[in-house]
């Protein structure tokens, strides 16, 4: 594994902007992967493994309500797909450079590209299934190929 790689299902949190860690935020996160701007190339671009990025903020209640679901992919998918969370108060530029212009923001990321987004209500969990489904389907292929 590749230093500044997080493993397929690392058990990390969410921690808020002073680094201590509230009890909403320990309670979605317990299967994704914080992701943080210095390690957004190696962990999510460099992957070889697909990477499913949520780029949230502490402050949006669709993200919230949505964080569980992430974690039940992470589980779901775990050995398949490596699954992460950008909190956009943290990480700007990575919002910017993203196209980030509503939360949630859900991008499965494949080998240094985007392969599908879903923005606010379409970042459903039966809707992040649907779309993985299709390209997991692709990927796997794709991998089976080499």
Known sequence: MR???LPACATQT???QSGVKNRRELDVTAVTNAITGTMFRS???ESRM???VDFWAPWC???RLLAPALEDIARQFCGTLVVGAVNLENETELGHKY????????VLFYRGKVAFRLTGTE???SSILSSLEVHLRTIKCDLQAE
Do not use: I
């Open 99 to 106: 196209e980030v212009m509503s939360t949630p923001t859900v």
């Open 50 to 52: 697909p990477v499913l």
């Open 123 to 125: 970042a459903t969990r």
């Open 14 to 16: 969410r921690s808020s």
């Open 43 to 45: 962990t999510v671009l």
């Open 61 to 63: 209640g669709p993200c």
């Open 3 to 5: 230093s500044g790689t």
